[in-house]
């Protein structure tokens, strides 16, 4: 049976590492987070970045703009808190109204000031394995990787999923370790060759968004298993393995909910203090 990989008791340990630098700081750090017209799902995530924010001593300062705010007018809003001292760091809320693009508009922020690590900029630094700023989910599956203890050098590591937040960036990282990675995505699964690249994976990660999609015998026995995936299913909330399956033939797995998701934030706010820590030096 696999041990878990929970993301709790990790994002924990992580967290007192950030309190430990954010007492360092000269100023107390500060994160905008510009959330455009109210909506229930970004408001869920406003209310655990604001705790989290809290916990660590992070003034956390919202911004609600309204709902008909154009894309000319949220790039001039985004333009003041790239001059505006006072902010370290700005993550901009989705889901945000069909006429605004996320990926134009997110150009736009300063990449000392780009937490969520996508700005070219922090991409380019990633490729060349220098960056600071490191999208979150892909830097909260990478620490659930390494808790499990697996030396990932020379391993097989097969990413589903090939997003610009998820398993793109988690491929470079990996590769920075010497993993052999393979990333897999629509593609693989519609040439019917999903199952046989996640039956060769020592380490298998998955990011699509679909339950059950990785079936529980595909896994390797002693394979280190980390679910990215959020699926409601019966008013329950799973990941894209199926999770009792899958657990018999891990060494290790992360659980959902409970695994990923409770690091994300947690990485959101280590990339503040970066940031913080680089401006105020
Ligand atoms: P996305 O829609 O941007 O990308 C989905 C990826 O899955 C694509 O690469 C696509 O090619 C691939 N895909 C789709 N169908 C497939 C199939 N049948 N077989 C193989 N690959 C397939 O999604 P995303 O934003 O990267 O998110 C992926 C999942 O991760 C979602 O469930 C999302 O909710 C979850 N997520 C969780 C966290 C967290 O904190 N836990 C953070 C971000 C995303």
């Given amino acids: 049976m696999a041990q878990l990989l929970e993301g709790k008791p990790l994002a924990e340990k992580i967290k007192e590492e950030i309190k430990k630098q954010v007492v360092s700081l000269k100023v107390k750090p500060v994160l905008a987070s510009i959330m455009v017209g109210e909506n229930a799902g970004a408001a869920s995530y406003v209310k655990s970045q604001a705790k989290a924010a809290e916990n660590l001593g992070i003034e956390y300062r919202l911004q609600t703009l309204p709902q008909d705010t154009t894309e000319n007018a949220l790039i001039d809003f985004i333009r003041k808190l790239n001059v505006d001292q006072s902010v370290n760091g700005m993550i901009i809320q989705m889901p945000l109204p069909a006429a605004i693009d996320y990926k134009k508009i997110s150009q736009f922020i300063s990449p000392e000031k780009d937490i969520e690590g996508m700005h070219p900029q922090n991409i380019g630094k990633l490729l060349f394995g220098k960056a600071k700023l490191i999208p ?9 990787i390494n808790s499990s203890g697996i030396d990932l050098y020379g391993k097989e590591v097969v990413v589903v999923g090939h997003s610009e937040i998820v398993g793109k960036p988690l491929a470079l990282l990996l590769l920075d370790k010497f993993a052999t990675v393979t990333v897999s995505h ?42 990215v995936g959020i699926n409601r299913v019966a008013e329950k909330i799973v990941g894209d393995v199926e999770f009792e399956a899958a657990e018999k033939r891990a060494a290790f797995i992360t659980p959902v909910p409970g695994g990923v998701g409770p690091l994300t934030v947690t990485m959101l706010m280590r990339n503040l203090v970066e940031a913080a820590k680089a401006q105020q030096q």
């Fill in 186 to 227: 629509i593609g693989t699964s519609k040439a019917g060759k999903l199952e046989e690249h996640v039956r060769r994976a020592e380490v298998l990660v998955v990011a699509v968004g679909k339950a059950g999609l990785i079936k529980g015998d595909w896994i390797k026995e002693g394979a280190v298993v980390i679910d």
């Fill in 136 to 144: 979150c989910t892909a830097a909260a599956a990478m620490e659930l």
